[in-house]
T-cell receptor, first 110, second 112 residues
Framework: EAQVTQNPRYLITVTGKKLTVTCSQN?????MSWYRQDPGLGLRQIYY???????DKGDVPEGYKVSRKEKRNFPLILESPSPNQTSLYFC?????????FGPGTRLLVL | SQQGEEDPQALSIQEGENATMNCSYK?????LQWYRQNSGRGLVHLIL?????REKHSGRLRVTLDTSKKSSSLLITASRAADTASYFC????????????FGSGTQLTVLP
């Protein structure tokens, strides 16, 4: 089944403790991206990658890192999480003009 | 920055009625897309309309686009309780390195 998977789905952590949210897609898509969703603000793009080893900042990149060593994986790294990064995170891959979203990762930073 | 703004923010209707949601955007676009999100889940692509199209249909969905007013509308006809979800417009702006910019969404509730 064609899909985008994210892990973990739920995460509670404390300020400053590094964490990684994994994202994987099995559709051989070149373009992948990360979004965060906050009430009243819709989805805002954090980072995107147009292909392996090619990444670029989206609208809200501060406090996040990404890497794209393989086409299928696009992990999101929070080196030192802060409470304002509490949010619902979505990974997506893109074929043509349509994005396919993962199920989301709900993160709480205490 | 947010490109699309949906209106209304929330809409509640009875099953069988039609639901109309509007989206306004700011810059020139290649296309505009509508996505649906069930509570707490990932977004699902519904329909895409290109900048040179004015209207498009898909099942019970009808999308219009007015590039002179920088606005779009999504009409869901004969709504069902299962249509209850949040609906987002997303614009693919020209020169945007293929980024999609999402609005803040309309929460639709269809009452049985």
């Amino acid at each position: 089944e064609a899909q985008v998977t994210q892990n973990p789905r739920y995460l509670i952590t404390v300020t400053g403790k590094k964490l990684t949210v994994t994202c994987s897609q099995n559709m051989n898509h070149e373009y992948m991206s990360w979004y965060r969703q906050d009430p009243g603000l819709g989805l805002r793009q954090i980072y995107y990658s147009m292909n392996v080893e090619v990444t670029d900042k989206g609208d809200v990149p501060e406090g996040y890192k990404v890497s794209r060593k393989e086409k299928r994986n696009f992990p999101l790294i929070l080196e030192s999480p802060s409470p304002n990064q509490t949010s619902l995170y979505f990974c997506a891959s893109r074929a043509g003009e349509t994005q396919y979203f993962g199920p989301g990762t709900r993160l709480l930073v205490l | 920055s947010q490109q699309g703004e949906e209106d209304p923010q929330a809409l509640s209707i009875q099953e069988g009625e039609n639901a109309t949601m509007n989206c306004s955007y700011k810059t020139s676009i290649n296309n505009l897309q509508w996505y649906r999100q069930n509570s707490g889940r990932g977004l699902v692509h519904l329909i895409l309309i290109r900048s040179n199209e004015r209207e498009k249909h898909s099942g019970r969905l009808r999308v219009t686009l007015d590039t002179s007013k920088k606005s779009s509308s999504l009409l869901i006809t004969a709504s069902r309780a299962a249509d209850t979800a949040s609906y987002f417009c997303a614009t693919d702006a020209r020169g945007s390195a293929r980024q999609l910019t999402f609005g803040s969404g309309t929460q639709l509730t269809v009452l049985p």
